[in-house]
């Protein structure tokens, strides 16, 4: 009886569930910050190959 008594006391003093929670939310931020990243780089992206592709065609007098 002693002895599950301290294995009991033992799982709840136990801090691996609440770490790996821990580590779980923070991989979600970093994944969040990382899709919004990579969004905001697409459309720069995207802007800067428009205005290139207007300048060459600007350049070769193209419609």
Do not use: C
Request: no cysteine; aromatic share 8%.
């Amino acid at each position: 009886m002693k002895r599950k008594l301290s294995q009991m006391i033992s799982l709840l003093a136990s801090e691996r569930g609440a770490t790996a929670t821990e580590y779980s939310i923070l991989a979600g931020f970093i994944a969040m910050i990382i899709v919004a990243g990579v969004g905001v780089f697409g459309l720069a992206l995207d802007g800067y190959f428009g205005e290139l592709a207007n300048g060459v065609k600007a350049a070769l007098g193209l419609p």
